[in-house]
C-alpha cells in the first residue's frame, strides 16, 4: 500500500468520525428536546396518543447514548491534556453561556446576577462540563495506564469496572455515585474501553464497515 492510500484511508476515516460527530451533536439536541423540554410520556400520553408516545420514546432511545460515543471519540483519539486544551474548553463553555445571557438580556428576561451567574461558574448545573473537566485532569494517568499496563490487567479492568458498574449502578440505591452514568466515573471507564480498543485492536473492532 502507497503513501498515498494511506493517507487517502487516514482522511476517510477521519471524515467519518467527522460525521459521526454532527449527527451526535444532532442526537444531543434532539435529547434535550425531547424528555427534557416535554417531560417523560405519562401512561395517559400512552393511550391517549400512541403514535406520538412510541416516537419520542424511540428518539430518546437512539439519542440518549450521544455523550457516551462523544466521550469515547475522545478515547480513541487519546487526549493530550496541555494547558493549552484545558483553557480553550474553558473558554468555549465560558463563550457558550454568555452568548445565551446576552440574548436572554436582549429578549427582555429578567437577569439576577447572584444565581444566573452560577452556571457560568460551573456552581450550578452543567453535570457535563465538570465531568469532563475531570476527566482532562485525569487524562494524563489513565494514557499511562494504557500504555505501560499489560494488555490483560486492562482487559480485567474494564469487565470489573462495566460489570460493577452495570450491576450495581442499575441494582443497588447505595451506588448513587454513577448517577445513571451522568458522572466522572462513567466518562473515565468509556475514555480507557475507547483507548484499549485503539491500542489493543481486538478482533472484533478490526472489522471496516464503511
Known amino acids: 500500500m502507497g503513501i498515498t492510500e ?49 416516537t419520542r420514546i424511540f428518539f430518546e432511545f437512539m439519542s440518549v447514548g450521544a455523550v457516551n460515543c462523544f466521550i469515547m471519540i475522545s478515547g480513541w483519539f487519546g487526549i493530550n491534556m496541555k494547558f493549552r486544551s484545558f483553557s480553550k474548553f ?14 436572554l438580556i436582549i429578549l427582555g428576561e429578567e437577569f439576577n446576577i447572584r444565581e444566573d451567574i452560577k452556571p457560568l461558574l460551573l456552581f450550578k448545573g452543567g453535570w457535563f462540563v465538570k465531568s469532563y473537566l475531570i476527566l482532562l485532569c485525569l487524562s494524563p494517568a489513565l494514557n499511562y495506564f494504557i500504555e505501560h499496563a499489560p494488555r490483560n490487567k486492562q482487559k480485567h479492568v474494564l469487565i470489573s469496572f462495566f460489570f460493577f ?30 483507548r484499549y480498543l485503539r491500542t489493543s485492536r481486538p478482533a472484533f473492532s478490526r472489522y471496516d464497515l464503511w
Open 6 to 54: 494511506n493517507l487517502f484511508n487516514i482522511k476517510k476515516r477521519q471524515s467519518n468520525f467527522e460525521l459521526l460527530r454532527i449527527l451526535l451533536m444532532f442526537f444531543v439536541l434532539i435529547e434535550h428536546a425531547d424528555f427534557h423540554v416535554l417531560g417523560i410520556p405519562t401512561k395517559e400520553d400512552v393511550l391517549g396518543a400512541p403514535e406520538s408516545a412510541i
Open 90 to 103: 474553558l473558554y468555549q463553555i465560558f463563550f457558550f453561556f454568555i452568548t445565551i445571557y446576552v440574548f
Open 165 to 194: 458498574q452495570t450491576i450495581y449502578g442499575w441494582l443497588s440505591p447505595d451506588t448513587g455515585f454513577f448517577n445513571e452514568g451522568y458522572t466522572p466515573i462513567s466518562f473515565v471507564g468509556l475514555y480507557l474501553l475507547a
